[in-house]
């Protein structure tokens, strides 16, 4: 079965460092999402992306995020200057044509800022 | 108001009950619906879309009704492997995003 794939598993940053997570998405998808979890919280929409655009972002993705297609295959998430709330786990998940077919997500990367 | 809203749970049942979920959503113009699983520490799973005509896959059944702005999933026959927390999934028209539900975690005893 396809699957999504996030890389690293777990990362442990510096307050105030910058952290790149990465993500492969299924390879005929056309739409990628970018969400995280809070430990013991909900799962919460950062970005979406297609025709190497955002097509949606939340409150939550200011000017310390950013997303990137930087070729084919993979989709990051940069995380610029990075605060003890970003502690969290991040997922990427990519959908065939539109979230209106349901996502696949990857297993995660768990990003802790001390 | 959220914009998602589960029952909060737990659920905790024997082997072999029958459980049903419920979910509603507070924007009318939403347009597609979902039930994902997450286990504890793991990505969420699509477990089923959700149709107005209402839709089973083997002991899992979803349902929506779109007048009262609410969706349920009911699982027949619960099993061991079914404990997880199910994420109620609503996305809105013309919207790149999916919302999620608190989510509502069931535990299935022996």
């Known amino acids: 079965e396809p699957e999504v794939t996030q890389t690293p598993s777990h990362q442990v940053t510096q307050m105030g460092q910058e952290v790149i997570l990465r993500c492969v998405p299924i390879?005929?998808?056309?739409?990628f999402y970018w969400y995280r979890q809070i430990l013991g919280q909900k799962v919460e929409f950062l970005v979406s992306f297609y025709n190497n655009e955002i097509s949606e972002k939340s409150e939550i993705f200011d000017d310390q995020f950013s997303v990137e297609r930087p070729d084919g295959s993979n989709f990051t998430l940069k995380i610029r200057s990075t605060k003890l709330e970003d502690s969290a786990m991040y997922f990427c998940?990519?959908?065939?044509?539109?979230?209106?077919?349901?996502?696949?997500f990857g297993s995660g990367t768990r990003l802790t800022v001390v | 108001r959220k914009e998602v809203e589960q029952d909060p749970g737990p659920f905790n049942v024997p082997e072999g009950a029958t459980v049903a979920f419920n979910c509603t959503y507070s924007?009318?113009?939403?347009?597609?619906f979902f039930w994902y699983r997450q286990d504890c520490r793991k990505e969420p799973k699509l477990l089923m879309s959700v149709y107005s005509s209402g839709n089973e896959d083997g002991r899992f059944t979803a349902q929506l009704n779109r007048a009262s702005q609410y969706i349920s999933l009911l699982i027949r026959d619960s099993k061991l492997s079914d404990s997880a927390t199910y994420l109620c999934?609503?996305?809105?028209?013309?919207?790149?995003?999916?919302?999620f539900g608190d989510g509502t975690t069931l535990t299935v005893k022996p």
């Open positions: 390879s005929n998808h056309l739409y």
């Open positions: 999934v609503v996305n809105n028209a013309n919207a790149g995003k999916s919302t």
């Open positions: 924007n009318s113009a939403s347009q597609s």
């Open positions: 998940a990519s959908s065939v044509e539109s979230q209106d077919y349901g996502y696949t």
